[in-house]
């Protein structure tokens, strides 16, 4: 494997498309930078030429070159403003895309190991620090310029002159650096903090409705407070050096100043140097001191940025463990065999415990199988390791007798329906949420589906039909609707093989009958997957599985297992699978 480039390199690397317009905005800053020392060169010839000798005429022409000056001086500095914006932004936007297509690619296990608030947080608050820091190249190339030409002017005026006004730079530059190497380490800790507020965030907005139903607000609010508190102390450390470099350069620029005009008054006392001279020696001095202060802040920011870009790029280089082998074939036809065999699977983590225990299932295409068993059997976990959400720790999955981590990802997933107990709905049009299911379906296929789903009903009664925009800030649906979008989004999807994992079990009796009548439109000529608590459902199936603690207790058809008189029968029983037997099942 490769060494990861530093965070430094592989942010300059984003540049390189932007060649040309960086050229051009780079050279319009060095001509800022050019310009900006014009003005020291213009005060000298006032007092020299004009002045001492009273020279009204050359003091017409001095005044408009400095305005001409100053006009292309502004130009250059809009157009190297605007274009270094410009391409800072399109980075940010390509950064931006880059890590949604990444938290696109991510299995689901990265989000179970880590808070959404810090993943968003990449997007929200470190993008925005990188953007900041690569906009500043170009005033750190106006200022650095400016300083050269300074520089170049006041050693050519007198460069003993100009070698004594540099004595103090050592001291200070070694006090800057000090100052802002704490300060790129408080910077890595201000956005870890800020991070934690937008998790704290974004977690109560999630969990809203549990705070109200517990009470709990208080609580969640002193919860918060720490996280606040934390946040508000990093800040304050970050503005103690913010605050305090400013105050010590000035005192050792005022210190510098004093030494320069002592042996600049001298020198002219002397006959080496001329007053408009000296005049045009300070004010280079006073105008290289705005441009290397903000050099050494631009340098601390720049520093600040790089623990940004190095999380964005933790994020982006994040393994997809789950991902095609290159070169997969795709899987072009399936006839709906399914078959798990010798599947063990656990959740990793620091102590593995182990979820499911050498599972062996054959389904024909076609057929249906009920999974049944406690809560915590580990039936999701068996369903979810079909469409890859997680991979098997051992043993494999055959879909037609074709190894499903042998295939291209996307094209196994093509063949699969999902509903799951609660479905999202994105925001957007009923109709665009329908089409999740084949995207550029024809609007008389989504209408095709929501018939067969059951959903056309109340979707006639929404204010704007299909056209009605769902979603945080449109209207909501109820679970019964819900779930009957999430099988018209799965009709649409016409998938060889289906996953209903618990699908009605959040609904009332009524939705439940509606959604159920629909469930079975979708299941035929289906090889179905189904975990459910009514028996009604469970009955039916061609196969039985009874799941505890992860492995394969019980096989059968529902006459089989009640013969048996094993677990299944003591569930009925129990009424862990309620409802009666429907009379068709004997
Ligand atoms: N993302 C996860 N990380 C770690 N353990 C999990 C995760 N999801 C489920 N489990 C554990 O796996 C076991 C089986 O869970 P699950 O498949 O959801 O059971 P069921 O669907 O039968 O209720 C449970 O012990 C549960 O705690
Ligand atoms: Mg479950």
Redesign the pocket.
């Known amino acids: 494997m490769n060494p990861r480039p530093d965070p430094f390199n592989r942010t300059l690397s984003y540049l390189h498309q932007h060649v040309g317009p960086l050229i051009v905005a780079f050279f319009s800053a060095a001509l800022v930078g050019l310009f900006t020392t014009a003005d020291a060169k213009i005060l000298q010839i006032l007092i020299d030429d004009v002045l001492a000798p009273k020279n009204y005429g050359l003091l017409k022409i001095a005044l408009v070159i400095l305005l001409a000056v100053h006009i292309l001086r502004g130009l250059f500095l809009f157009t190297s403003r605007y274009l270094v914006s410009r391409i800072g932004h399109r980075i940010s936007r390509q950064i931006r895309e880059e890590l949604f297509r990444k938290v696109e690619a991510l299995p689901l296990s990265y989000f179970?190991k880590n808070r959404s608030g810090q993943i968003l947080a990449r997007m929200s608050s470190d993008v925005p620090v990188v953007q900041g820091a690569l906009m500043m190249t170009n005033t750190a190339l106006t200022h650095s310029l400016t300083v050269f030409f300074c520089l170049a002017l006041m050693c050519w005026l007198s460069w003993k002159l100009a070698l004594f006004s540099l004595i103090l730079l050592p001291v200070i530059s070694t006090v800057v650096r000090w100052l802002s190497r704490r300060l790129r380490r408080v910077g890595s800790l201000m956005q870890e903090r800020v991070g934690d507020l937008t998790a704290s965030f974004s977690e109560a907005i999630s969990g809203i409705r549990e705070i109200q139903a517990f009470g709990a607000e208080e609580h969640q609010l002193n919860r918060f407070r720490q996280v606040n508190q934390a946040g508000y102390e990093a800040f304050m450390k970050g503005t103690k050096y913010t605050s305090l470099t400013s105050p010590i350069v000035e005192l050792f620029y005022a210190s510098g100043m004093a030494l320069v005009i002592w042996a600049g008054a001298r020198t002219v006392i002397s006959g080496g140097l001329t007053v408009g001279q000296l005049v045009e020696f300070l004010a280079c001095l006073g105008m290289m001191f705005h441009p290397l202060r903000s050099l050494t802040e631009i340098q601390a920011t720049v520093k600040q940025s790089l623990g940004a870009a190095e999380r964005i790029y933790d994020l982006l280089d994040e393994p997809l463990c789950i991902e095609s082998r290159p070169g997969a074939p795709a899987l072009v036809s399936v006839k709906g065999k399914v078959e798990y065999r010798g599947v063990s699977f656990d959740?990793g983590g620091e102590n593995p415990v182990s979820?499911l225990f050498d599972i062996d299932l054959c389904l024909l295409p076609g057929q249906v199988a009920a999974l049944v068993?406690k809560?915590?059997?580990?039936?999701?976990?068996l369903v979810n390791l079909l469409p890859r959400f997680h991979d098997a720790t051992k043993g494999g999955i055959y879909i037609d007798e074709v190894d499903i981590r042998a295939v291209d990802l996307k094209s196994l997933r093509s063949f699969f329906g999902i509903v799951p107990q609660e479905t999202f709905l994105f925001s957007g049009t009923i109709e665009e949420n329908i089409a999740l299911g084949k995207p550029g379906a024809s609007s008389e296929e989504i209408r095709c589906a929501a018939t067969d789903a059951n959903a056309m009903e109340f979707i006639a009664r929404l204010p704007e039909g299909f056209a009605t925009v769902l979603g945080e800030r449109g209207v909501n649906l109820s679970g019964g609707q819900r779930q009957r979008v999430a099988i018209a989004r799965a009709l649409l999807k016409d998938p060889k093989i289906l996953i209903l994992d618990e699908a009605t079990s959040a609904l009332d009796t009524e939705s439940e009958a509606l959604v159920q009548d629909a469930l079975n439109r979708l299941m035929q000529n289906r090889t179905t997957l189904v975990i459910a608590h009514r028996l009604s459902t469970v009955a039916k199936a061609d196969q039985i599985v009874v799941l505890e603690a992860g492995t394969i207790r019980e096989t059968g058809t529902h006459g089989d297992l009640i013969a048996l008189g094993g677990l299944y029968h003591h569930l009925c029983k129990a009424q862990v699978l309620e409802a009666p037997i429907p009379s068709d099942v004997s």
């Open positions: 179970e959740y979820v068993g809560s915590g059997a580990g039936k999701t976990t």
